[in-house]
């Protein structure tokens, strides 16, 4: 014991000297305004503010090691209760104790714990700015205290950080500007290089991170769609459907599958430790390690306060920047009420530093691969457009956690390499309802004077923000089961129709939608909003209705559609011809590629024709999928209220982005396809000497010569169609 205390103390450098000199300082301020405030306060000097201080800092140390065992039992959300008791019992044993008793004291103790926590913040954030920032300072000082050792520390990890929905010509602009100091920092050096990459239909994060995390973008449509067999309606957030979802497409031998961990995913790629992931809760509820990281953050004056300081500095902000975009009448844009400023605060507050802290803390616990999820870009951007002010700042703020996660690399027991995507792009533009007046519920329900039931509600942020609610959520608690209804409340909020928006179909009709069931009748719609792509079911059917069918029963509908200024182009299945597009002026037969008139797919690029053909014929895809239009400006129209959004073609919303080490290989060609990605990055983690302990599997042979082959064949890949970024 003796040994292990001066091995600890030996161990301690100058930056813990001096963080522990900037924790006594800012108790002592925070005491000394304290004494102003608070009746009864002990403190009537600095010196006594200062001996206060180193107490109460010392108390602090102390109750850390009785507080996080105890925290790690209760879940983050116990972190968080017991990091706010634990800085105020501090406060309280110290300055308390001889003073004044009863709620007055009490109310005035919870005060003066706060302007420590206040004020440590204020000058850990200034004494960190340019080194470590206050998020990750701890963890690395625990890691030169503490070295772990792994049985392979040759072998490179790798952390894949996802920035959600940034198309590759905002990441142009901003390394070009650098608006993103770090990724522009790497791309200048020749360290790392980008590349644009092409997500196919629907350019969603459920079909774009299967295909990432599992090598297949079958059997998902969009972010919601009908179960025909059981008339069931699945949502790729909702926790029961995306367990339901990856259960059908994993194989076990994901991209996570080697020592791997997911964070904040939908999916968990077949990862070993999957923390805050939708289709994971269940057994991803708060493991130890992640209990004690999160538990250690929040304990500490500069954790927790950092981030619910931010949180409520991001609400402001976001209250002022709606408020400024309507006074300056900017266009185009949407309704940004007191819903989104909180799902955003949180999202770039206390989600960000939690999953910050999850990556570092299996960083240094040396695992080989990590994927984890940032929607803060994703999420602004829907609101506010994609080169907004508030949305550039979410992606300096992913920029800033590569910066403290290369930090964590320079001490990690492992080599790392770090890998920037995105799942998919963005498209902005005025909704369709704002355009039009009217969304597309409602133009089906005029156009076949039939009650519609709709479901155009995003709500990807929330989705995220449910996942680590329900990670940390359990039955045996009443914190748990408090948790749990958070989630269900959550997940309701996901699936929930829009309402009112068609016609007949009003709240009470909507909701039906969001059951386990799609409501039957006949002559009713369901109709789903997936970004600038609409979904459009008629209820009840077990089977997918023709073109032909469809025109009998509603002859009013598909002309109308076709007809409508919004409308692009609408994709039907034809008995006759296959898989028809058809537009204003004319019509594309994907079966045979005839063109009669005018090409619908024209405007919406090379890609659009093969990517049609493949969503359409899945069992899943809708009776009518409806494409918005796109203008010369390239902007499109959300089926949803959203300013950018993403899911069918036009704009930027299938150009995404990869930042990757330079001395890994990107095929020369543009990657098409989420499925071909994960064939990348496996190849990747191969080629680090990954995977080999995997169970093999009859098809990996066959790729590995499909791939040869591919090789040989000078430009046979048929994805490598000519796309300028």
């Not at 706010?84 to 308390?96: K, P, R």
């Not at 400006?633 to 300013?643: N, P, R, T, W, Y």
Request: glycine residues 12%.
């Amino acid at each position: 014991m003796g040994w292990q205390l001066s091995s600890a103390v030996r161990s301690l450098g100058w930056r813990d000297v001096g963080a522990a000199l900037i924790g006594v300082l800012g108790a002592s301020l925070g005491l000394w305004l304290g004494s102003w405030l608070a009746p009864g306060d002990q403190v009537h000097s600095w010196e006594q503010a200062v001996a206060a201080g180193a107490l109460v800092f010392l108390s602090g140390l102390v109750l850390r090691m009785v507080l996080t065992p105890l925290a790690v039992r209760l879940g983050w959300v116990g972190a968080v209760l017991l990091g706010l008791g634990g800085q105020w019992l501090a406060t309280w044993l110290v300055i308390y104790p001889t003073g004044q008793s009863g709620w007055t004291a009490f109310w005035w103790s919870v005060v003066t714990a706060w302007l420590v926590a206040a004020v440590s913040t204020v000058l850990i954030w200034l004494a960190t700015a340019g080194t470590d920032d206050a998020v990750t300072a701890s963890l690395l000082r625990r890691a030169r205290r503490t070295r772990v050792t792994v049985a392979d520390p040759e072998i490179p990890g790798i952390v894949f950080v996802q920035a959600d929905g940034v198309p590759f010509p905002v990441l142009d602009v901003g390394v070009r500007a650098g608006m993103v100091p770090t990724l522009s920092r790497w791309v200048r050096s020749g360290s790392h290089r980008m590349a644009e990459w092409r997500p196919m239909l629907p350019a969603t994060t459920p079909a774009s991170q299967m295909g990432i995390l599992h090598g297949t973008i079958d059997g998902i449509p969009a972010f919601r769609w009908v179960e025909r067999a059981t008339q069931r309606v699945l949502v790729a957030n909702r926790p029961r459907d995306a367990a339901e979802i990856e259960a059908r497409h994993s194989n076990g031998r994901g991209l996570l599958a080697d020592d791997g961990v997911s964070i904040s995913n939908l999916f968990t790629g077949d990862a070993p430790t999957a923390i805050a992931t939708m289709s994971a809760v269940d057994r991803s509820r708060a493991t130890r390690q992640a209990r004690e990281a999160i538990s250690d953050f929040l304990g500490r004056p500069a954790g927790f306060a950092r981030s619910f300081n931010h949180t409520l500095t991001e609400l402001v902000r976001e209250r002022f920047q709606a408020a400024r975009a309507k006074r300056r009448d900017v266009r185009p844009r949407i309704h940004r009420g007191w819903g989104f400023a909180a799902e955003r605060a949180a999202l770039v507050g206390v989600l960000r530093d939690l999953n910050t802290t999850l990556v570092a803390d299996a960083m240094l616990r040396g695992r080989r691969v990590v994927y984890v999820d940032y929607v803060d870009y994703d999420a602004v951007a829907h609101h506010a457009g994609l080169l907004q002010p508030e949305s550039l700042s979410a992606l300096e703020g992913i920029d800033t956690v590569i910066a403290q996660l290369e930090k964590v690399a320079e001490v990690a027991p492992r080599r790392y390499h770090i890998v920037v995507l995105s799942d998919h792009g963005q498209s902005q533009g005025e909704t369709f309802a704002d355009r039009y007046g009217e969304d597309l519920p409602a133009l089906v329900a005029r156009l076949t004077e039939a009650p519609t039931l709709d479901a155009v509600r995003n709500a990807e942020g929330s989705g995220s923000l449910n996942s680590m609610v329900a990670s940390a959520g359990d039955g045996d608690s009443a914190m748990g089961r408090a948790l749990n209804r958070v989630s269900d409340r959550l997940t309701d909020d996901t699936s929930v129709g829009a309402g009112g928006a068609g016609g007949a179909a009003g709240g009470e009709a909507s909701r039906e939608v969001s059951g386990e069931t799609a409501t039957k009748g006949a002559n009713r719609f369901l109709v789903f909003g997936s970004g600038n792509l609409g979904l459009v079911y008629v209820a009840g059917e077990p089977r997918r209705l023709t073109l032909e069918e469809i025109c009998d029963q509603f002859p009013r509908l598909v002309p109308g559609m076709v007809g409508h200024p919004g409308v692009g182009f609408v994709v039907a299945r034809s008995a006759e011809h296959g898989t028809v597009v058809l537009g204003p002026r004319g019509e594309h037969r994907l079966g045979d590629g005839q063109v009669r008139g005018e090409d619908p797919l024209e405007r919406f690029g090379p890609f659009a024709g093969g990517f049609i053909q493949r969503v359409a014929a899945m069992d899943e895809a809708p009776d009518l999928y409806v494409n918005s239009m796109v203008d010369d400006l390239g902007e499109v129209a959300a089926f949803e209220d959203l300013v950018g959004c993403h899911g069918g073609l036009g704009g930027w919303q299938d150009r995404a982005m990869v930042v990757y080490p330079a001395e890994l290989r990107l095929p020369d060609d543009m990657v098409v396809g989420a499925h071909e990605l994960h064939r990348v990055l496996v190849d990747w983690l191969v080629q680090l000497g990954h995977r080999t302990s995997l169970p093999e599997d009859a098809d990996d042979a066959d790729d590995a010569d499909d791939a040869e082959d591919a090789d040989d064949a000078d430009g046979a890949d048929d994805a490598a169609a000519p796309v300028g970024p």
